[in-house]
């Protein structure tokens, strides 16, 4: 077991370095510890070698790592805060890894909050594990000879994407396992507002990184088999019949008393060449919603206020019964029962690229607001990434497609939605994408409220956690069903 790790340590301070340094210095397993800086001018460190690199997730870095591995595992420290492994930590990952024969080992830890420790636990790496901001902590422990063989084989100058694209090929090659310990403590480092990290791929400033991203993923999925490409399906809506509307809005809604009249009211006032309703599925409201939604639907008989006999409703159940419903249009649109349209045109909007681009799928953009409809930031999410050719393989890295969304019914009807409050929009977004055009509008119309009472409030760890964890299964679910569809 002695000198089996060669630790590659992201250049931090020269207080936190030294720390780390110490720490892992006085494990057995270590042979090597090697700083990789992006200073040509820093050249020396005590207890290790330095070597340098410009930018830290860069395929030069995953070389040179290669390149100075001579041990048969290696420890990546993704950290520039110090790390103070915990009991027999180095073991433990050494343990794991040999026996299970892993390609790459992960675990939970601890964030050192006012000099106590704060569990931050991980998730299971699944197959659908895809998105380029998953979290496996700030240790990576590497089978060196599968890293070995990755870079061989790699023609890729990533700039950003390096360790991901890593990352991906590992999976290739073995399972990635995380051990469910919390093995080490990181000194907490200033955290980016959870919106910026949320919608930071939609971000101009960070598309250079997104576009590499993008062409890692596209690339694995071409690997094994689960990449779709064009021709993709056009909807025939000549075949949909027996149609009274052409378009619905379905709003979900439970305890939104202080949002539900403006919801409504946006839709009302829309201004369309064609017969559309409004469906609004009360799922038992106890706050005076379902007041407010019968004294609205009194005044105007396009509002339908239904109320589902079971009580087991999820959002996409929900909409489930909205769309199922006798008076579901041709069209079902999307709109949440904390937002609003932003002016009379959305809807028709889009029927019209359902109408010209005979899609299974339109998806607007819309405007980050506070409750009094006044901008935040990032403002306007417009999922310009998006590209006819490779979005639907984009779609399985990312976290989400955009809003408002509206599908074709005859469609969405077959396919069935999951009866779940989150993940439900995007596993069909996927799941339609897989066969069928999807229908971009760029320009905004929609206005997304956040406020304290809304769902997109912050939440906790653990909750993130489900949440990511359940759009990881869907992501599984849909390489599964693409690799499966493109054997046949």
């Known amino acids: 077991m002695k000198n089996s790790i060669t630790v590659f340590l992201q250049h931090g301070s020269q207080k936190q ?23 040509e001018k820093y050249s020396s460190f005590e207890k290790a070698r330095v070597i ?39 073991d433990r990952f050494y343990q794991i890894a040999k026996n299970t024969n892993a390609s790459m080992v992960y675990s939970d830890y601890y964030e050192e909050d006012k000099g106590k420790p704060v569990p931050h636990p991980v998730i299971d790496y699944q197959e659908g594990s895809l998105r380029d901001d998953f979290d496996f902590g700030k240790l990576l ?17 990533f700039k950003f994407a390096g360790l991901y ?30 919106e910026e990290k949320h919608f930071s791929y939609v971000d101009p400033k960070n598309r250079e990184v997104q576009i590499e991203m993008e062409k890692a993923v596209t690339q694995y999925l071409m690997d094994i088999g689960a990449y779709v490409h064009q021709p ?19 709003i979900p809604v439970r305890n939104r008393v202080k949002t539900i009249s403006g919801a409504i009211e946006s839709v009302l006032k829309q201004k369309t060449d064609f017969k559309f309703n409004l469906i609004v599925i009360d799922n038992h409201s106890t706050d005076g919603t379902t007041d407010v939604i019968k004294k609205l639907s009194a005044k105007d008989e396009k509002l339908i206020h239904y109320i589902p006999e079971r009580t087991d409703l999820g959002i996409g159940g929900c909409w489930n019964a909205g769309v199922h419903h006798n008076n579901c249009g041709k069209f079902a649109v999307q709109l949440d029962s904390d937002d609003i349209y932003k002016d009379e045109n959305t809807l028709q909007t889009i029927v019209d690229v359902f109408r010209k681009e005979k899609c299974g799928m339109v998806i607007g953009s819309y405007q980050i607001t506070d409750f009094n409809l006044n901008e935040l930031p990032p403002g306007l999410i417009d999922h310009r990434e998006w ?102």
Do not use: M
């Open 165 to 194: 694209n890593l990352r991906l090929g590992l999976k290739q090659f073995g399972a990635i396992v995380r051990i469910p310990e919390y093995l080490y403590i990181v000194e907490s480092a200033e955290e980016v507002g959870t």
């Open 52 to 90: 340098h690199s410009k930018h830290f997730n860069s395929s030069e870095t995953i070389k040179l790592i290669s390149q100075f591995s001579s041990t048969d595992y290696t420890l990546i420290v993704t950290e520039q805060n110090s790390i103070k492994p915990g009991q027999f930590c180095l």
């Open 387 to 488: 590209t006819d050719d490779n979005g639907p393989n984009n779609a399985l890295r990312i976290n989400g497609l955009g809003a408002p969304r509206a599908f074709f019914t005859p469609l969405l009807r077959e396919i069935k939605i999951p009866n779940v409050s989150y993940g439900e929009d995007y596993s069909i977004g996927l799941a339609i994408s897989r066969q069928y055009k999807i229908g971009r509008i760029y320009h905004s119309v929609y206005l997304c409220r956040r406020w304290e009472g809304n769902s997109d409030a912050q939440l906790d760890l653990l909750k993130i956690n489900a949440n990511n964890f359940y759009k990881d299964r869907i992501r599984t679910f849909e390489l599964l069903a693409r690799k499966k569809s493109n054997k046949e």
């Open 141 to 157: 422990f590497v089978k060196t000879d599968l890293l070995k063989n990755i870079v061989k084989k790699d023609e890729n100058n």
């Open 17 to 39: 370095s030294s720390k780390t340094i110490k720490q892992f210095s006085e494990s057995e397993l270590v042979k090597e510890i090697i700083i990789i800086s992006s200073d």
């Open 232 to 250: 993709f399906k056009e909807i025939d809506l000549s075949a949909a019949k027996n149609f009274e509307y052409e378009a619905s809005v379905i």
